[in-house]
């Protein structure tokens, strides 16, 4: 069974910085792709990056490339987001995904190639 728990949330002024966790608290040692997705207040949700656990292989959505890293460490099981200015459109809930497959690029934008999800957390991006 896997349990992923993001943490890292919080409120950051426009032009601030958060990095986000996500940690599969079972270590479950399955896991292939892993990825970072958001629901601003009143959207869909929309992808935000993705990377490939072997080769550590990582997409971006075009509102992140430049200004988001998704990152990993194999040894705590957890994956990262650093979030770099930041603005006010960043302002969501933000889910930790992960899936047994090792998905192609196309397939790791989409939320159906995704198994399992944390529960979120918040980002409030204001002044």
């Known amino acids: 069974q896997v349990q992923l728990v993001e943490s890292g949330g919080g409120l950051v002024q426009p032009g601030g910085s958060l990095r986000l966790s996500c940690t599969d608290s079972l270590r479950a040692s399955s896991l292939n792709t892993m990825a970072w997705f958001r629901r601003p207040p009143g959207k869909e949700r929309e992808f935000v990056a993705a990377i490939r656990w072997r080769d550590r292989n990582t997409n971006y959505a075009g509102h992140a490339k430049g200004r988001f890293t998704i990152s990993r460490d194999n040894a705590k099981n957890t994956m990262y987001l650093q979030m770099n200015n930041l603005k006010p459109d960043d302002t969501a809930m933000y889910y930790c995904?992960?899936?047994?497959?090792?998905?192609?690029?196309?397939?790791?934008?989409?939320?159906?190639?995704?198994?399992?999800w944390g529960q979120g957390t918040q980002v409030t991006v204001s002044s």
């Open positions: 995904a992960a899936a047994a497959e090792s998905w192609i690029t196309s397939a790791r934008s989409q939320a159906s190639s995704y198994s399992y």
